[in-house]
C-alpha cells in the first residue's frame, strides 16, 4: 500500500473534521478533506448580513458524555467556546459563530473546498474518486461524512458492489428537513436576554435567536427556526411564500415592520429523527470505506438524539477505527 496515497474524508462539517483531527493525532499526515461548499463546517453554519452574523444552522452544544466534555473544556480555556444559558443543563455557544469555530477545528488540515465527489470507485491502490469538475483523487481508505442519504448515492454503484445490508442500514437513516427565516433588524428585538427563545412558541416554530443578545452580532440579526413537521409541509414552497408565514406565525415575538432584510435558509437533512446506534459503518471492502456521521450515535449514547456532540463522537470513533484497519 503505497504512502504517496492519501486517505480521503468526503464532508467537512464536526464528523469529517473530527476524524481528519484524530487520524492526525495518531500520525497519519496525507489525509484530504473534500468539501463541496464554501466553508468547511456543514451545519455548523454562519451567514454574514452587512456588519452582522446569523447562525443558522446549530446553534449551541450541548454535552453528555465525558469525551465530549473534555473537547469543550478545552476550547473555553482557548476561549472559542462559551457557556451561553441553562443553568442546570448548559448550552455552549462558539464565541464567533458556529462557522468560524468549524474553520479552526479545520485550521491544520488539508481541505479541498467546493469540490464535490460525485463517483467512488476501487482501483488497485483503494479507490478513485471523481469530482464535479471531473478530476480524479487517489485514496487508499475513504470515510463518508455527508449525510446518510446522500452517502448512499455514492455507494450505490456496480463498480463498489457495496452488500445490501450495507445500503439498507443507511436506508433506515430518516432526515426530516429544517426552514430556517434569517432576518437583519433595524431594532433590538424583546427576546429574553440570551437571545433565545424556544418555549411556549406557536406550532411550527421551535426556536428564535437574536444574535446581537447573543453577542456574535454587531447588529441586531434574528433566526428563525421550524419544527420538522411544519418544514416538511413547506418545504417546495416558494421562498418569499416562506418567510411571509414565518412572519405571519411569530408577528407576537418579533417585529417584522423593523425588519431590513429578509432571507430563507433550507437544510434538506437537518436532523435524522430516525437513526443508528453504531457510531459507523464498515463497507468491509478490501481498502477502508466508512461510513459516519451524527445519524450514526453510540451504542451508549443517552441522547437518542442527533447533534454536534453524536457528530463528535461518529468522528472520533471512524477516525480511530480507520488508524486500526490502516496498521
Ligand atoms: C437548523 C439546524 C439546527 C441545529 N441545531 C443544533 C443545535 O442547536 N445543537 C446541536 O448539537 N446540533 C444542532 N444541529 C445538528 C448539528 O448541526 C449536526 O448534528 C452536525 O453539525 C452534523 O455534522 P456532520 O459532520 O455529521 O454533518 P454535516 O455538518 O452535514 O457535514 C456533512 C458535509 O458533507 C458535505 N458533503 C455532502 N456530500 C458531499 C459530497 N458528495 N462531496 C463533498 N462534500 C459533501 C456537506 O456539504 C457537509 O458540509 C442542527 C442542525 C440544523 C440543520
Known amino acids: 500500500m503505497s504512502d504517496q496515497v492519501p486517505i480521503v474524508i468526503i464532508g467537512g462539517g464536526l464528523s469529517g473534521i473530527m476524524a481528519a483531527r484524530k487520524l492526525k493525532e495518531k500520525g497519519y499526515q496525507d489525509i484530504i478533506l473534500v468539501e463541496k461548499s464554501r466553508s468547511v463546517g456543514g451545519r455548523m453554519a454562519t451567514r454574514r448580513i452587512e456588519k452582522g452574523k446569523i447562525d443558522h444552522g446549530a446553534q449551541f452544544f450541548t454535552v453528555r458524555?465525558?469525551?465530549?466534555q473534555a473537547f469543550v473544556d478545552e476550547w473555553i480555556e482557548n476561549a472559542n467556546v462559551k457557556h451561553w444559558f441553562g443553568d442546570d443543563y448548559y448550552r455552549?455557544?462558539?464565541?464567533?459563530?458556529?462557522?468560524?469555530?468549524?474553520?479552526?477545528?479545520?485550521?491544520?488540515?488539508?481541505?479541498?473546498?467546493?469540490?464535490?465527489?460525485?463517483?467512488?470507485?476501487?482501483?488497485?491502490?483503494?479507490?478513485?474518486?471523481?469530482?464535479?469538475?471531473?478530476?480524479?483523487?487517489?485514496?487508499?481508505?475513504?470515510?463518508?461524512?455527508?449525510p446518510a442519504p446522500q452517502a448512499k448515492t455514492l455507494l450505490e454503484n456496480d463498480n463498489l458492489k457495496v452488500d445490501t445490508k450495507v445500503l439498507q442500514k443507511l436506508d433506515e437513516i430518516v432526515f426530516q428537513p429544517c426552514l430556517v427565516g434569517l432576518f437583519q433588524m433595524q431594532q433590538p428585538t424583546n427576546l429574553p436576554n440570551?437571545?433565545?427563545?424556544?418555549?411556549?412558541?406557536?406550532?411550527?416554530?421551535?426556536?428564535?435567536?437574536?444574535?446581537?443578545?447573543k453577542g456574535i452580532s454587531e447588529i441586531p440579526t434574528v433566526s428563525v427556526y421550524m419544527t420538522g413537521e411544519w418544514s416538511k409541509a413547506h418545504y417546495q414552497l416558494g421562498d418569499e411564500a416562506v418567510l411571509e408565514k414565518i412572519k405571519q406565525v411569530t408577528s407576537a415575538y418579533i417585529d417584522f415592520d423593523s425588519a431590513l432584510s429578509s432571507q430563507l435558509k433550507k437544510w434538506r437533512y437537518a436532523e435524522a429523527v430516525q437513526f443508528l446506534r453504531q457510531p459507523f459503518l464498515n463497507t468491509n471492502q478490501e481498502y477502508p470505506l466508512l461510513v459516519a456521521g451524527d445519524?450514526?450515535?453510540?451504542?451508549?449514547?443517552?441522547?437518542?438524539?442527533?447533534?454536534?456532540?453524536?457528530?463528535?463522537?461518529?468522528?472520533?470513533?471512524?477516525?480511530?477505527?480507520?488508524?486500526?484497519?490502516?496498521k
Open 92 to 146: 455552549y455557544m462558539s464565541v464567533d459563530g458556529m462557522n468560524a469555530f468549524a474553520k479552526k477545528l479545520a485550521e491544520d488540515i488539508s481541505v479541498r473546498l467546493q469540490t464535490r465527489i460525485t463517483e467512488i470507485k476501487k482501483n488497485t491502490t483503494g479507490y478513485i474518486l471523481t469530482t464535479d469538475e471531473g478530476e480524479a483523487i487517489n485514496a487508499r481508505a475513504v470515510i463518508v461524512t455527508a
Open 65 to 68: 458524555t465525558e469525551k465530549f
Open 295 to 326: 445519524a450514526f450515535l453510540h451504542s451508549q449514547d443517552p441522547a437518542n438524539r442527533t447533534r454536534l456532540e453524536s457528530a463528535f463522537v461518529s468522528g472520533i470513533t471512524v477516525g480511530g477505527e480507520l488508524v486500526k484497519l490502516l
Open 194 to 213: 440570551s437571545g433565545h427563545l424556544d418555549s411556549e412558541l406557536p406550532e411550527g416554530v421551535m426556536r428564535l435567536v437574536d444574535h446581537e443578545k
